[in-house]
Each structure stands twice: as C-alpha cells, then as structure tokens.
C-alpha cells in the first residue's frame, strides 16, 4: 500500500491498489463495484461492465488538467463511504489520485486498480479474453 496526497487537503493517504488479477477476482465475487474516472469521451469507448462513470477530471488540454470539483459528492451520491468498490481510469494514474482523495473524505473500502482499464483489459482473468 502506497501513500499519495489528496489534493483537497494535500495531506498523505493511503492507497491501496490491486493488480488486474485481484481485480478481476473482487469483480467477479459481486461484491464489488467499479467507479471508472475517465472522462464520459473514453469510458464510452469501453468499460467494465456495470461501471459507474465520474470524471476526475473535466477536460484535459494543453495548458492543463481541469479537476472535477464536485467528484467526491457524486461518488457519494453513488456510494456509501463504506462501499467496496475499485477506482480505475486508463492506465492508473488518475484512479490513484481519485482513489487517495476518496480516502482524505472518508471512503474506507475502496482500491486503485493498477494499470487502469488497460491492464485489465490485458489481463487473461478479464471476462472477454
């Protein structure tokens, strides 16, 4: 388990991530869901199915990344802080930042999936391969 600022309080969180195995694993008990943090553009390309789409960010431009200043409420308007459910975006990146802030509010079962959609898209555990 890794730490990571949050970038609401700046204070380091722990963040629990799972390779695409695990993932695949905590998908498939039913017991988890999964919160995809790309932007609607991608996640409507592909995602996990049953996942719930809440951008981290809301563009992404030359000049800079927009964050999403309402993305803790609408994980929570979606969740309750003890959930279980996986934080993924395309490679890993962004879940990792989403997932530490959802930890700073209060989240408590929530996990990084490492590599993001991507890697469990490669991963021979994922339901289409």
């Not at 553009?41 to 996990?48: L, Q, R």
């Not at 999936?113 to 339901?127: F, M, N």
Request: glycine letters at 10%; one cysteine or more.
């Amino acid at each position: 388990m890794g730490s990571l600022r949050s970038s609401g309080s700046g204070a380091a969180v722990p963040v629990e991530s799972v390779d695409p195995e695990a993932a695949c694993a905590l998908l498939a008990s039913g017991q988890y869901g999964y919160v995809d943090v790309r932007m609607w553009e991608d996640f409507d390309k592909g995602h996990v199915a049953g996942a719930r789409n809440v951008p981290y960010y809301l563009s992404v431009t030359p000049h800079g990344k927009e964050h999403n200043p309402h993305f803790v409420d609408q994980v929570a308007a979606l969740h309750a802080k003890e959930d279980r459910f996986l934080v993924g975006c395309r490679s890993g990146i962004r879940s990792r930042l989403a997932t530490a802030d959802l930890v700073a509010a209060g989240f408590t079962s929530v996990k990084n999936l490492e590599g993001g959609y991507l890697s469990l898209l490669k991963s021979a555990s994922y339901p289409d391969n």
